[in-house]
């Protein structure tokens, strides 16, 4: 009887594994800690901010391989001037998001001459030159590989926004003040040349870093509005009679409340886009980065030039939204093992989910490509974790933001969204803590007057299992969709991440990997492991902020 039972058994399991359906269990076998239940409340009645559809936005960087910091040169070929466009899994990464917003700039945009047609010195790129201010000369794009760039950004089905030159014409005081007008006729020549081929920009951006005190360089408030302007009338005069016209958007800098309220007060028509740059986390060479992420109160000071600039465009009566033009967490390229692992997934989503609560449309993180930062790795084009958490949020969160808490412990951060893919809603849980599991009930009401938070025996330790959904099945009002995000082996600065409980890698084609959930009863709590990220997709939670139509 008990082999009948066996064989029984062991036909129901087959059967099981044949509709695609796997059961893990916690990668942290054995080990125990205290485990913590709390209640995530959102607010419901209406949202308190609205991004883009596709809020998540990647960038491309001018910099040479010859570009060093703290003796090491991370970025290889990764510069507009020479990354390889045929890699396929630069196409299958881009094309994943469908559409990617990409932000091509940086630090050297107002060094590149744009080819035209009569020049009379050839179109080279950035010689090194270390009496210059970044270490490099003037560099030259191609009209060939301005060519090459539009090609594959249709083919991919990019957004593409591009960083002109704002210093042209210009020189540079000892101070560090830009002397002079913009001479925008190169700038002039370039948007001609991309309208005359039929190439499609989503938006035109003036300078990098030029705002405030500057980055080696600095134009004062009322200048730039009046280079906006002119740029705005190129524009307007350029995209004459077309129904869609390319965004103005600038300064590309860090935030200064007095230059930045001057900036938009001068520009009332003329910017649709107001970008400020975010390296919150300091050097790239700063041995506390990690300690940095994993600490709640250090993530929360993050929130400020959000929620200033949100003020100043509130208060000033603009029509121009936010973005976050560029960040990268830590400057000089980021950090090797730190800012390409698992654990920058704690600071990137963290500040998608900050960003995007107060009303920032856009998010471009420092890089695509390029540096220790980027989404990809630079000699080999392979995803890093961040790419798989930008990936996640792009389908799953939708861009009405709910207000979001969570008191159990301050380890926990929680951000909720109106769900992409359904009239419910999608929810992002980021636990801090190394050694503490907590278990999430959401309501969309006040909590009970004890906090609904209780310390549970440490031998009651949770075993998640991670049954994937079978491919023709869908989840109904008594389930939801989980994704758990964990780093190989428990290891913090692993560059390789698991999707409940399997890495996720590339297939022999260069595709990216299809990202299954997994389903659990609504009876349950969400299991969040220590030192783990989840999403959860909740179908029948539905509430007014929600509603379509």
Partial sequence: MSFVFKLLFLCFWLYW????????TSQRRGWSGNVISGTVVINGTASIGKTDDNFICATLDWWPPE???????????????????ANPILLNAIKAFSPLKIRMGGTLQDNVIYETKGDKNPCVPFPKNSSEIFGFSKGCLPMSRWDELNIFFKKAGAMVVFGLNALSGRTIGPDGSAIGAWNSSNAESLIRYTVNKGYTIYGWELGN???GSGVGVRVSADRYASDVNSLQNIVQNIYKGFEVKPLVIAPGGFFDANWFTEFVKETPKSLQVVTQHIYNLGAGNDNQLTNKILDPSYLDGGNQPFGDLQAILKNSGTSAVAWVGEAGGAYNSGQNLVSNSFVYSFWYLDQLGMASSYDTKTYCRQTLIGGNYGLLDTATFVPHPDYYSALLWHRLMGSNVLSTSFSGTRNLRAYAHCSKQSQGIALLLINLSANTTVQVRVSTESPASNGDLRLQQEDQTPRI??????????????????????AKDG???SKIVLLNGKVLSLNS?????????????????????????????????RIPACKQG
Avoid at 67 to 85: E, I, M, Q
Avoid at 465 to 486: D, I, V
Avoid at 515 to 532: K, Q, W
Wanted: hydrophobic share 35%; proline share 7%; glycine share 6%.
């Fill in 17 to 24: 594994m044949s509709q695609g359906s796997v059961f893990v």
């Fill in 67 to 85: 570009k060093c910091d703290y003796g090491t040169c991370s970025w290889g070929r990764a510069s507009l001037l020479n990354l390889d466009l």
């Fill in 209 to 211: 870093e030029l705002c």
């Fill in 465 to 486: 299992n991670f049954a994937t959904m079978p491919r023709n099945s869908k989840s109904n009002g008594n389930t939801r969709e989980e994704y758990h995000l964990t």
């Fill in 491 to 493: 290891n913090l600065h």
């Fill in 509 to 541: 084609s260069g595709g990216i990997p299809s990202m299954d959930p997994v389903n659990r009863s609504m009876l349950d709590p969400i299991t969040v492991a220590p030192f783990s990220v989840v999403f959860s997709h909740i179908p029948s939670i």
